[in-house]
Each structure stands twice: as C-alpha cells, then as structure tokens.
C-alpha cells in the first residue's frame, strides 16, 4: 500500500493507503482499475461538495530553477 496524488487541472487528492501489485523482478507498481475509478470518483465527488475529505494538509512549493 502506498500514498497514491490524483491529479485533475491543477486540483490534488492525496489518498494514503492505495492498494498496489508490486511486480517482484523489476518493482513496477500496478493499481486495479476499479481502485482507481473509485479515487477518481470520490475526487470529483469531494470537488462537487458531496462528500468531505478526511483531512486537508498544506504541501510546500519550490520551482525547480
């Protein structure tokens, strides 16, 4: 399981504890479909206010120059 940042037009959802297949002779990580169709669908849903996040965290910015 791992942190798993779902991106949509500049719009963040940080989703700790994403299920994940780890392959075990080159590290590549897999997500089951329905796992992401589940994050993307409460993403849109917290954005339309029909549901709450858990929690809100503040992430610092710095320009890679």
């Known amino acids: 399981r791992i942190e798993y940042l779902y991106s949509y037009k500049g719009s ?3 989703v700790p504890n994403t299920p994940v297949e780890v ?3 080159c590290g590549m ?3 089951d479909a329905e796992v992401l169709k589940d994050i993307e ?3 849109f849903a917290i ?3 029909e549901q709450q996040p858990d ?7 710095v320009a890679y120059a």
């Open 47 to 49: 954005h339309r206010n």
């Open 29 to 31: 990580i897999y997500y």
């Open 12 to 14: 963040y959802l940080l």
């Open 23 to 25: 392959c075990l002779n």
């Open 55 to 61: 929690r809100y965290v503040q992430m610092p910015e």
């Open 41 to 43: 669908r409460r993403f």
